[in-house]
């Protein structure tokens, strides 16, 4: 049999989807039980005698990975090899700053870049002011309306050259931006779950999508309600950007930024150097990665 590289591009509950040199895509089943691809995974596979089924032997060293804290707290891998987050917000429902902020010290942790997307532009009365911090820290964003096809071609651009990630609260328009985007392979990939018997609504991860023009795009539906899985409470602060040219700053070494006296990131908090609203982001997020820690999650 000829070992054949691929990408995951869909994972199911006993298979995956994986998209060969060609282009062609296979259903391959997993060769032993403790081969855990998730989307993005670059793989090593061979095809069945069919030849329109495969098998799955094993899994390239990853790149970079994006997690979360599962439902009992643990890591759960959710894509592989990505180099970008979009993260979709909108006027309606009003962003939550708070869950905004952990995507972005998913980012910076990952390491990725990290484009927000202001959707539903179209219905705002005024853009947030919080939008201009996050530009004011470096993030690049872009404003669009899925509904009137506004900053399509922008959003389109931003994803040139990238594997990204679209994530965002549930009713940002997010499926509306993705259709505008991707198009056809909706209903490709759709097609292709069918006929692998595994059909779109057992899908248990993300699925990747080539972009027309550049560039792929895997939605990941299960990011919604999200927090960044962090191994050590201590890295936490190199989430938020802003913070991290003062770490060194403080008087203890070990500082938690949180009751420690001379601490150069509560100072710049009193100050007005860093926003308030980032730091109990921050704050909030520690005492999350610490609970985790002591097994009270």
């Known amino acids: 049999m000829?070992?054949?590289?691929?990408?995951?591009?869909?994972?199911?509950?006993?298979?995956?989807?994986?998209?060969?040199?060609?282009?062609?895509?296979?259903?391959?089943?997993?060769?032993r039980r403790s081969l855990k691809p998730v989307v993005g995974d670059a793989v090593i596979?061979?095809?069945?005698?069919?030849?329109?089924?495969?098998?799955?032997?094993?899994?390239?060293?990853?790149?970079s990975e994006l997690t979360r804290i599962d439902s009992r707290g643990r890591?759960?891998?959710?894509?592989?090899?990505?180099?970008?987050?979009?993260?979709?917000?909108?006027?309606?429902?009003?962003?939550?700053?708070?869950?905004?902020?952990?995507?972005?010290?998913?980012?910076e942790l990952g390491p990725f870049a990290a484009l927000i997307v202001f959707n539903k532009v179209d219905l705002a009365v005024e853009i947030p002011p919080e939008l201009a911090e996050y530009s004011g820290l470096g993030y690049a964003s872009c404003q669009t309306s899925a509904a009137r096809h506004k900053g399509l071609d922008k959003l389109a651009t931003e994803m040139r050259g990238n594997r990204s990630v679209m994530i965002g609260q549930s009713g940002v328009g997010k499926s509306s931006l993705l259709n505008a985007l991707v198009g056809d392979a909706l209903q490709t990939v759709g097609e292709l779950s069918e006929k692998s018997g595994q059909g779109r609504h057992t899908t248990s991860t993300a699925v990747l999508y080539s972009v027309p023009g550049g560039g792929e795009l895997i939605d990941s539906p299960g990011v919604r309600d999200y927090a960044p899985y962090i191994a050590d409470s201590r890295v936490v602060a190199n989430g938020f950007r802003e913070f991290v040219p003062?770490?060194?700053?403080?008087?203890?070494?070990?500082?938690?930024?949180?009751?420690?006296?001379?601490?150069?990131?509560?100072?710049a908090v009193?100050?007005?150097?860093?926003?308030?609203?980032?730091?109990?982001?921050?704050?909030?997020?520690y005492e999350l990665t610490e609970s985790l820690q002591a097994g009270k999650y």
Request: net charge positive; proline share 5%.
């Open 45 to 63: 596979w061979h095809a069945e005698s069919d030849e329109t089924t495969g098998t799955l032997t094993e899994i390239s060293p990853r790149r």
């Open 270 to 285: 009193m100050t007005g150097q860093l926003a308030q609203r980032r730091y109990a982001s921050y704050r909030r997020l």
């Open 75 to 107: 890591p759960e891998l959710i894509a592989a090899n990505i180099s970008q987050l979009v993260i979709v917000v909108a006027v309606d429902p009003a962003p939550d700053w708070f869950l905004l902020d952990r995507y972005l010290a998913a980012a």
């Open 246 to 267: 003062l770490l060194s700053e403080c008087r203890f070494q070990d500082c938690r930024h949180l009751a420690e006296p001379n601490c150069a990131i509560k100072h």
């Open 2 to 31: 000829t070992n054949i590289t691929g990408t995951v591009v869909a994972r199911y509950k006993r298979h995956c989807l994986v998209e060969g040199p060609a282009g062609q895509r296979v259903s391959c089943q997993l060769q």
